[in-house]
């Protein structure tokens, strides 16, 4: 099947943003526009995009050896941050034409018929969201005869050392021409900008908090595989898939964990998976509930792989000592909020209440006790506001077991606070906890993962979990 060359998005600067699939071929009224964006680009609206393609993009740059930034700046060119008449109606973000005459794999096909006559094409596929579009591009940017050379040419470049912004910036320039005609020269220097600063993309400038160069810093050991083989990022993701199995809260719960209704404490609703498990012999099993965030296995290895490179660069097993510490000690869950129950010593199932990745208590509940709590107690617990924490036992967050004192040492800049006496100290230790998951979600490192791993490394050389004291 040959497939056509990309819509060039000319008058478009960013990222992604939720829209229902279209499997029909009608064109929504969208005022006349065409190529560029039909809403108001707000500052909320890029930076929710951003953070949903960059997780994207690091996916396929494990899956398919796709630069990760590069996928994640076309993404904003071709789609105005998912708001161009065919991202809303299709969720082809990166504006992939298709010559033939029904879709791939049984998806729908949709007629651009505003698109401008000297731009080839006009027909492009509908995805079922925007991962399957990433996914499905990635693929085809890794596979087709267009672009296949490239991409083994940019795999081969990082597997030897070389640097990664380099490289994705030279796969970018070799496959552009091709996925890009229509003016290739100006959509080549749009998308290196959308690279450097994703937000405000016409500046010419970096920002370093934003930079989907930040993107490239995941290691060596991403780059995609022979899964026959072994090694690499499918051996990572299927170890972290199968740490995950560890996550009782999930794998036993009985509502399925959905989303809660409304945002918590900060955190999006729809990083979130409210479970109501039960844990316990079967005759007489303990109920819970928890509000957990909700980590793409994808991001974990990401994490993991960066903390490796960073702090314990060429130690073999590095990855799956990480992954062994993270299952045994939070069952590769990191609670936002609510009762997080646990068998310490193999026989009583214990209440441990947390909020924002560590164990809180309150006036009115401790932690540690043995006895079933009421459901709505327990609903109300999940609900409380910081104000009413009473103390931060451990101070310690999960996956890993990070103290406010090892992220300050790490990360001085911060604001981490040196003790959790006060109720200040406190709200500002699970205010850094938060902020630094959230920003992890769409960044390749956990800044809370690599000051662990910085205060343990003797320990972790030995392949073994440290303590919270160890070195």
Request: charged residues 20%.
């Amino acid at each position: 099947m040959r497939i056509l060359y990309s819509l060039a998005a000319l008058f478009i600067s960013c990222v992604f943003v939720l829209a229902p699939p279209v499997t029909s071929a009608a064109e929504p009224d969208m005022n006349g526009k065409c190529y560029g964006p039909t809403k108001t680009l707000t500052p909320e609206l890029k930076a929710a995009f951003v953070e949903e393609v960059s997780a994207l993009a690091i996916k396929a740059e494990h899956d398919h050896g796709i630069p990760a930034p590069i996928l994640a700046a076309m993404s904003i060119d071709e789609s105005g941050y998912g708001t161009t008449k065919l991202a809303l109606a299709t969720h082809n973000v990166l504006s992939y034409k298709w010559s033939g005459k029904s879709g791939p794999g049984g998806r729908a096909l949709f007629t651009l018929t505003c698109q401008d006559k000297n731009d080839e094409g006009n027909v492009y596929i509908v995805f079922k969201d925007r991962a399957d579009a990433a996914d499905f591009v990635s693929d085809k940017l890794a596979k087709s005869k267009y672009y296949k050379a490239a991409t083994l040419a940019y795999r081969q470049a990082v597997a030897s050392g070389a640097d990664r912004e380099a490289s994705a910036k030279a796969w970018f320039r070799t496959i552009a021409p091709t996925y890009n005609p229509y003016q290739s020269q100006a959509y080549i220097a749009k998308v290196l900008k959308a690279a450097d600063d994703p937000i405000e993309v016409s500046s010419g400038k970096r920002d370093p908090k934003t930079t989907l160069w930040n993107l490239a810093t995941v290691t060596n050991a991403t780059k995609a595989t022979d899964p026959k083989k072994g090694g690499g990022a499918q051996a990572h993701l299927a170890a972290v898939k199968k740490a995950q199995l560890a996550s009782y809260a999930i794998t036993q719960a009985t509502n399925d964990c959905p989303s809660p209704a409304a945002d918590m404490f900060g955190w999006p609703a729809k990083k979130l998976k409210a479970c109501d498990y039960k844990v316990g012999p079967k005759a007489s099993p303990r109920t819970a509930h928890v509000v957990l965030l909700d980590v793409p296995p994808e991001q974990t290895v990401a994490w993991i792989e960066t903390a490796c490179s960073k702090q314990l660069q060429g130690l073999s097993g590095c990855f799956d000592v990480l992954v062994k510490c993270a299952q045994n000690n939070s069952g590769m869950m990191i609670p936002v909020s609510g009762n997080m129950m646990e068998d310490m010593d193999g026989v009583h199932w214990k209440n441990y209440f947390f909020r924002n990745g560590m164990t809180v208590t309150f006036e009115t509940q401790g932690n540690g006790g043995t006895d079933q709590i009421d459901s709505a107690k327990q609903n109300d617990l999940t609900t409380m506001p910081d104000s009413a924490i009473k103390s931060i036992p451990s101070g310690v967050t999960r996956f890993w077991r990070t103290k406010s004192q090892q992220f300050a040492k790490q990360f001085p800049n911060q604001g981490a606070p040196a003790n959790l006496k006060s109720p200040a100290e406190r709200q500002q230790w699970l205010d850094t906890a938060k902020q630094e998951l959230l920003n992890a979600l769409s960044n390749p490192e956990n800044r809370l993962l690599t000051a662990w791993v910085g205060a343990h490394p003797k320990t972790l050389a030995k392949g073994v979990c440290p303590e919270d004291n160890s070195p």
